[in-house]
C-alpha cells in the first residue's frame, strides 16, 4: 500500500517519518503509554529511531501494519500515535497512544473515525479490531466513543512484557459506520 494522508477537521495523519523521532521518544517516556501498551520499556532512543526509520516504513511497504503520526493541522505538534496492524483476511486490529499533554480534547477518538474508514473504504478491512488490557479505561472508552462494540474479555488474551493478562475486546463493522461491504455479513441468530 502507498503511504496514506488522512485528514480530519482537527488533525493531519501521516506516516511517521524519522523527523518524528524526538517527538516520538519524548512521548513514549510517559509511564501510562509504557504501562498500556506493546512499546519497550525504559523506552530509548534507538527503540524511536527503530520506530521511525524501520518498522513504519516497512509496514507500509509489506502491508502489515499501517501506523499514522497523529499531528494537529495548525501546528504540526504530535498529539497521538494510530496503526492498523493487518491480522487476517480483511481484519485488522487497531492501536493508539495519546500524548500526555494532548489528553482528554477528543483527538484520538476522531483520528480512530478517519482510520476505521479509510480502513474499510480503501484497505480491504472488513473487520477492525481492538484490545486492550482490562483496567485499560481510557483506550476503552475511545473505542466506545469511535463505535466499537465490546464482545467481552479474552482471558489470558494479551501478552505484554514477559506476563499474560486478560484483556478487552471489541470490533468495529463497515456496516456500523453505514457503510457497504463486498462481502455479506450474516449475523448469528439469537
Given at each position: 500500500m502507498e503511504p496514506t494522508v488522512l485528514t480530519t477537521g482537527r488533525l493531519l495523519l501521516r506516516p511517521f517519518e524519522p523527523a518524528d523521532t524526538e517527538a516520538v521518544f519524548q512521548a513514549c517516556q510517559d509511564p501510562g503509554i509504557q504501562r498500556w501498551t506493546s512499546?519497550?520499556?525504559?523506552?530509548?532512543?534507538?527503540?524511536?529511531?527503530?520506530?521511525?526509520?524501520?518498522?513504519?516504513?516497512?509496514?507500509?511497504?509489506?502491508?502489515?501494519?499501517?501506523?499514522?503520526?497523529?499531528?494537529?493541522?495548525?501546528?504540526?505538534?504530535?498529539v497521538a500515535?494510530?496503526?492498523?496492524?493487518?491480522?487476517?483476511?480483511?481484519?485488522?486490529?487497531?492501536?493508539?497512544?495519546?500524548?500526555?499533554?494532548?489528553?482528554?480534547?477528543?483527538y484520538v477518538t476522531e483520528a480512530v473515525g478517519a482510520l476505521a474508514h479509510w480502513a474499510f473504504t480503501a484497505a480491504g478491512v472488513e473487520r477492525l479490531e481492538w484490545r486492550a488490557e482490562v483496567g485499560n479505561d481510557a483506550s476503552r472508552a475511545v473505542a466506545e466513543k469511535a463505535g466499537f462494540v465490546i464482545e467481552g474479555i479474552q482471558r489470558s488474551g494479551i501478552a505484554n512484557k514477559g506476563v499474560r493478562r486478560d484483556g478487552w475486546v471489541g470490533a468495529l463493522l463497515p456496516s456500523d459506520l453505514g457503510l457497504p461491504t463486498d462481502r455479506p455479513y450474516l449475523p448469528a441468530r439469537a
Open positions: 512499546i519497550p520499556s525504559p523506552y530509548e532512543r534507538e527503540h524511536a529511531e527503530s520506530f521511525t526509520g524501520r518498522i513504519v516504513p516497512d509496514g507500509w511497504r509489506y502491508g502489515t501494519a499501517y501506523a499514522f503520526a497523529v499531528l494537529t493541522r495548525g501546528g504540526g505538534e504530535l500515535a494510530l496503526s492498523s496492524i493487518t491480522r487476517g483476511e480483511g481484519i485488522a486490529e487497531i492501536g493508539y497512544w495519546a500524548a500526555k499533554p494532548h489528553r482528554g480534547r477528543g
